[in-house]
């Protein structure tokens, strides 16, 4: 089982930044693939950006160039650094883990991010 503390979400003008945070526990974060997704209203849930077991990082096409995945294993946190914030990334943001060799997803409760002026 794995449990998560989401924060970071909020009201932005487009052009702004956001940071997300996701504090994971419950397993060993050396042994968890980390994601963010987003769902907008009326849209299926869609794989914002990932990291790997190892490393390897990929992001959406609509996200490259200004979302940025990065985590601290320190810490068990996995943030997402939003730059140059548009309106149609307004939406909810999941923070999502898999254990490494599983098929099994973990979900975040969710944080709202809307860019609006």
């Known amino acids: 089982q794995v449990q998560f503390v989401e924060s970071g979400g909020g009201l932005v003008q487009p052009g702004g930044s956001l940071r997300l945070s996701c504090a994971a526990s419950?397993?060993?974060?050396?042994?968890?693939?980390m994601a963010w997704y987003r769902q907008a209203p009326g849209k299926e849930r869609e794989l914002v950006a990932r990291v790997i077991v190892g490393g390897s990082i990929n992001y959406a096409d609509s996200v490259k160039g200004r979302f940025t995945i990065s985590k601290d294993s320190a810490k068990n946190t996995v943030y997402l650094q939003m730059n140059s914030l548009k309106p149609e990334d307004t939406a909810v943001y999941y923070c999502n883990a898999r254990i490494l060799g599983s098929t099994l997803d973990y979900w975040g409760q969710g944080t709202q991010v809307t860019v609006s002026s």
């Open positions: 419950g397993r060993s974060f050396r042994s968890l693939h």
